[in-house]
């Protein structure tokens, strides 16, 4: 594992990686920052990525604010951040201004339609990289293919909102757990009896499975 050695390296490290992001930034992040300069594990990328996406604002975002805090606190999250929107924002404000006329066009729309391909493809390959991370996680590999195609299901199919999904989701996940760490206080009762001051059940449900 590395590090960025200053502020201004991870500034122009995520603006590389939005200058490259044609289709969607995840794919070019995971690549550059897990692989090729090694700051994040694939599972800390996975962590970071599933709170990004449970906050409120484009996932690579709040990515970028995570990940700079990580580094160098208040300073990174501010520099990680203006590499990530400055050099888009001057690109597409350019871009908007040129070409208002030509997304009628048969050629524009076929484009796009292609870009949108590009971007699918990009975020499965990420997906497919990211599945073995799901070894190390506490949860039942079932119970996390469950929420996922719970998630898909609700979010993609029924059109309800992502909001009120991740808040049911959450509910089966923590009520798994603690359903889990009761079971295993109640095996427990013998030996913890033994002890003057036996830990509680919260003590319990989260100490490690």
């Known amino acids: 594992m590395s590090a960025p050695r200053s502020a201004s390296e991870l500034f122009w490290a995520f603006t590389s990686l939005a200058l490259q992001g044609f289709g969607g930034v995840l794919p070019v992040a995971q690549r550059e920052l897990v692989e090729k300069r090694g700051w994040l594990t694939r599972e800390e990328f996975a962590e970071t990525l599933s709170i990004g996406q449970v906050l409120p604002g484009p996932n690579v975002v709040n990515m970028s604010l995570m990940i700079g805090d990580r580094f ?3 300073r990174g999250a501010l520099c990680a951040l203006a590499g990530i929107l400055a050099a888009p924002l ?14 009628s066009t048969p050629m524009a729309a076929g484009a796009i339609r292609g870009m949108g391909a590009v971007a699918a493809g990009l975020i ?3 997906a497919i990289k990211l599945a073995p991370t799901l070894k190390k996680n506490p949860l039942p590999l079932a119970l996390c293919a469950g929420a996922t195609l719970a998630t898909w299901a609700l979010v993609g199919a029924w059109r309800v909102p992502l909001a009120w999904v991740v808040l049911a989701v959450l509910q089966l996940i923590l009520a798994y757990i603690f359903l889990v760490g009761l079971d ?5 009762q013998p030996q913890l009896a033994q002890y ?4 509680g059940i919260t003590e319990v449900i989260v100490a490690p499975v």
């Open 90 to 103: 001057v690109i597409v404000l350019t871009l908007a201004t040129l070409c208002a006329q030509m997304t």
């Open 124 to 126: 499965f390959a990420m």
């Open 196 to 199: 003057p001051n036996p830990p």
């Open 184 to 188: 295993r206080y109640v095996e427990l």
């Open 72 to 74: 160098f606190g208040w």
